[in-house]
């Protein structure tokens, strides 16, 4: 192993690693991917808090499916989170919180769905409580998704998208019957 790549290991950030061996970060990419390593970096260390927390939601279907394959690994920025064989899925998140807070003191889960609309065959909606503990899984087919950039999940009234849950312990069997 290079040390480009051991240092790349150990940060998996571009910039951190390539401080650390004095060179600019382009020419640390470049020699990465001439060494054929694959450049994703760490979204829980250094992403965005709602990368964080879209990361959290990640490693729960991972726990809940052991068998994906998270394709964040893969590649940077993938159209999709995971494969569990030729299934697409895109894993979404929200806590809870009042999407008109002048009208209406419902709280709701809020998915945003335009990006992945077209590259997925799932969608998996994990809605959290505040304490960022799994409330509800929706999992919703793409036929059913197609053309929407987002949905609202009011919590604790009825809902066209409370039909599509499923609950944790059936998600991994749901989707190995494929």
Known sequence: MTIERELYE?????????DELGIKWP????????????VTG?????????????????QEFLKLVPEAKNMNNV??????????????IDVKCSLP??????????????????????????????GLNEDRSVNKVIVIPHEFFNGL???????GRPSKWHEY???KEELRDF????
């Open 10 to 18: 150990k940060h998996k950030n571009l910039k951190l690693a390539a």
């Open 27 to 38: 020419t640390l990419y470049a020699r990465l991917k001439k060494q054929g390593v694959q």
């Open 42 to 58: 760490d979204k829980s260390r250094y992403g965005s808090s709602s990368d964080k927390l879209a990361n959290m939601a990640e």
């Open 75 to 88: 590649e940077w920025q993938s159209k999709f989170d995971m494969m569990v064989g030729d299934i697409r």
């Open 97 to 126: 919180r009042k999407l008109q807070p002048h009208k209406s003191s419902t709280l709701s889960w809020a998915f945003s769905l335009k990006r992945q609309n077209f590259e997925c065959d799932f969608m998996v909606c994990f």
């Open 149 to 155: 950039q987002t949905i609202s999940v009011p919590i």
């Open 165 to 167: 849950t499923v609950e």
């Open 175 to 178: 989707f190995l019957s494929f």
